[in-house]
């Protein structure tokens, strides 16, 4: 997968001064973003050193759209961009799939992956929120399934703000979802270094 992404940002090299910015940011989205979404779901989990590769193509497809030579800020030109890092794109993946089972728009297949957490009446204030998901604790200590969707799905859907999780309309979720993905990636990076 990586050799196919460097063979076309090689290509879009040679052709990039004659196109125009709008033009370049469509050309990635075409042949990379779109490539790089396609069931990026299976990426959870994923590798360190897997998703850093990943994103040093992003990376590349950014500087080829602002016609950069060095390699320095990066992350400002993503931002400017609108475009989420590698990993925010496969949690919003993710977290529109949960979605899509929670309101049970998702095949059977994935929706019987899920639960939503049932209140216990011991302890009403820490568990009101019907929004959170169980999670399946088998599953998350052994150490091949970390990446399963049972486990990875409930867990970021978890880590939403309730907010976000009670949103009725798909389309308005997706947009604050990368809003809110956009925002922690990003806004809450800067102010931790």
């Not at 990066?74 to 890092?85: A, D, I, N, Q, S």
């Not at 939503?116 to 009446?121: A, N, T």
């Amino acid at each position: 997968m990586h050799y196919f992404f460097g063979d076309v940002l090689i290509k879009k090299r040679r052709i990039g001064s004659k196109l125009s910015r709008d033009q370049k940011i469509q050309l990635v989205n075409t042949l990379i973003h779109s490539r790089m979404d396609y069931c990026n779901g299976i990426l959870a989990g994923i590798d360190k050193c897997d998703l850093a590769r990943l994103q040093k193509v992003q990376n590349s497809a950014v500087w080829f759209i602002y016609n950069k030579q060095e390699r320095r800020g990066v992350t400002e030109l993503r931002k400017k961009l609108h475009f989420l890092p590698v990993e925010a794109r496969i949690k919003f993946k993710i977290c529109v799939l949960v979605y899509k089972c929670v309101y049970e728009t998702a095949p059977h297949y994935l929706r019987d992956l899920i639960q939503k957490r049932v209140p216990k009446p011991q302890t009403p204030r820490q568990n009101e929120d019907t929004t959170m998901l169980e999670l399946d604790h088998k599953l998350k200590l052994m150490n091949t399934r970390r990446s399963a969707f049972q486990v990875v799905g409930p867990r970021h859907w978890n880590s939403l703000p309730r907010k976000l999780r009670e949103v009725d309309s798909e389309d308005t979720f997706k947009s604050q979802l990368k809003t809110h993905l956009f925002k922690e990636f990003y806004e809450d990076a800067s102010t931790k270094t």
